[in-house]
């Protein structure tokens, strides 16, 4: 119960993944209490729910970690550089422990409506069971990847074997041994899921429908002296992270201990913006072979002009082609896995573990839904333009409705009932990805508008429940009612978020990722985070902060 009104605590928070984790305890050290409402019977939000296997993280765990607490970062241990998810989610499960966060979270609990109250100034929630618990402000830490998107095939409920997505992975062991098994879907889940399904799987048919760009992942386990380095410096990570466009210090233990290395060296390599490099347009085709046969397809990455230069993407292009279809044994397989219709960087990089390498198994075969169209799902399989597949398991690695999907489905309404989905009919409209006009003292975790999902997200959630905890702090402190972004803030906002991407990859119109919506039917196109990098973002919100609030208004009775 909250001190200052009959309310049911001072915040409710929906979600219980990282950033409804990290508010329980930023919150509860603001001298706030917290309450929240998690659909699941579990902490870890994404890595509770998508158990599927091969699932992993792809920013190095060392960096893919909370760094709140130096007590934490010293005693917990990762095997893996990049860690699998029962991992990540042991983490989240001893970080719960550890600082006795299940105690505010209410388990099993999908929140249905999220209304504002106008008389009262307090935020209504109702589960889907018909509780009703409210509170002055709330948080919608319900994650951008958190609602999995099953496209529509006729026929689909005539399957008899069984059904499985990705992101809504069994907690039992799912035992395909034997099994026909067929996966829909090559995007960063379907890349992870393909290879380890196929070790398990009697036949794999993958459906795929647009080609991707994968590297292959570092897969080294953790060394015990490499750990200690990166642990000796954590706080020059951590700082470094702040500096860095998408929050990832890129901290080189073997570079910070070469004896080589001079003390302005390190100076440099601390700093974030990156040394003079060589480009794809200086270095020239051969060079870049001969690096990628040192090092693996991943060196095409590291390029600066990967991204901006169109003749570098299509060098980098023709490279990519050479190199798959040199791995893929059956050349018609392995022209089907290539694209020509767009370049590295319109979607996330993927990274992968024996992707191509799994096309050369007898027990694998493709599918290119563009020349052999899904036209059904029957109760045996998929009929296709081309033919009928006999499946026994079929696997949606359809990805997610992103970004947007989990607060529409929430039905939030604001003053005088105006429901989100109606200010958002063009798409998302936010003041830095936290806050919504006419939705006094509701707050977003990584929201549309913010760097999010471009951008490590542990560091930009902490980044988000520390602005959103001081904010609160702030209007407790000053006695004020209600805050909410003034009208200009936001369309503000939204044009600088809409200008910074144009002319970018993510924009291209040949574009269609999830980063616009464009995998969902019928969703507005518009580019949903904020491509503007982690550090300038964030010196906005701090300059909001300090300045106290000029972009909201705020009111006081
Ligand atoms: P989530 O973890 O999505 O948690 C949101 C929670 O809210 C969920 O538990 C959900 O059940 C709950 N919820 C939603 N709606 C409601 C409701 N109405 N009522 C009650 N509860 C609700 N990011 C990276 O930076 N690096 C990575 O390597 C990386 N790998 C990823 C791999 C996968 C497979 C996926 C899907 C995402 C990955 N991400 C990665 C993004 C990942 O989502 C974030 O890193 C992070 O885990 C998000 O935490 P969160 O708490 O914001 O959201
Ligand atoms: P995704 O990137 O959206 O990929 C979905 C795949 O399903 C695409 O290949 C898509 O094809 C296909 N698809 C969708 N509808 C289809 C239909 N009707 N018929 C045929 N194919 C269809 O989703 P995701 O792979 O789940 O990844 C989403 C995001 O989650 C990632 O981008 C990443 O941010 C995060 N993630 C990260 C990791 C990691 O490595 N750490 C792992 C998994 C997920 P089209 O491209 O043609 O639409």
New binding site residues.
Partial sequence: MSKDTNADADVIVVGAGFAGMYAIYRFRKAGLNVKVLEAGSDVGGTWYW?RYPG?????PSIEYSFGFSPELEQDWHWPEVFSAQPDILAYANHITERFDLRRDIQFNTRVSAVEYQDEQNLWRLTTETGEILSAKYCVMATGC?SVP?R?H?DGEETFKGRTLH??LWPKEQVDLTGLRVGV?????????AIPELAKQAGHLTV????P?YTVPANRKAMRSEIEATFKENYADIREMQQKNIGGVSNFSPSRINSSETTSSDKRNEKASEPRSVPTIMTLGKKAIQSLIDERGLGVLLGFRDLLTDPGANEIANELYRENVLRQVKDKDTAEHLLTEEFGFGC??Q??DRDYYETYNRDNVSLVD?RNSA?QCITETGIETSTGHTELDVLVY????D?MTGALTRANITGRQGKPLTDKWVSGPVTYLGLQMQGFPNLFTVTGPGSPS?LCNMLVAIEQHVNWIADCITHLRDKHIDTIEPLASSESDWIQHVNEVSEGTMYTAPNC?S?YLG??IEGKTRIFMPYVGGYPRYKTKCDEEAEAGYPGFQCTSS
């Fill in positions: 998508n699932a992993r993280c792809d920013v990847l998107n496209p095939i990705t992101g829909i879907g090559t995007g960063s889940s379907g890349v992870q459906f795929q429908r647009t991707v979607k996330r993927v990274l839904v899904i690695a359809t990805g997610f992103a999902v269609n999830w464009a995998n």
